[in-house]
């Protein structure tokens, strides 16, 4: 499951607004707004969480977990091209 952080920092890892991600997700503005705020995308629906993942991933955005950094919290990065 995405967070609001981890949504908010791969907005601004693209230099992304909120209409801008609303548009490449197609989801509502409000819908954005909503899963970046203090409920988070929790609330969302399963098809909206990934819609929003899908946007950055194919933006070259990757969502890491916890232990997958190393200091070992949730974050975001850009893909590295192999």
């Known amino acids: ?3 609001a952080e981890q949504i908010r920092a791969a907005r601004g890892l693209l230099d992304w607004s909120q ?3 609303a548009e490449a997700a197609k989801l509502s503005l409000p819908t954005v707004r909503r899963m970046e705020g203090p409920i988070g995308p929790g609330r969302s629906t399963v098809a909206n969480v990934e819609a929003i993942r899908r946007a950055f ?7 890491l977990g916890v232990g997958e950094s190393s200091s ?3 974050g975001v990065r850009f ?3 192999s």
């Not at 194919?58 to 969502?63: E, M, T």
Request: no cysteine; net charge negative.
């Open 1 to 3: 499951m995405l967070t």
């Open 19 to 21: 209409p801008q991600l």
């Open 57 to 63: 991933e194919d933006a070259g955005v990757v969502f």
């Open 72 to 74: 070992g919290g949730l």
């Open 79 to 81: 893909k590295v091209d």
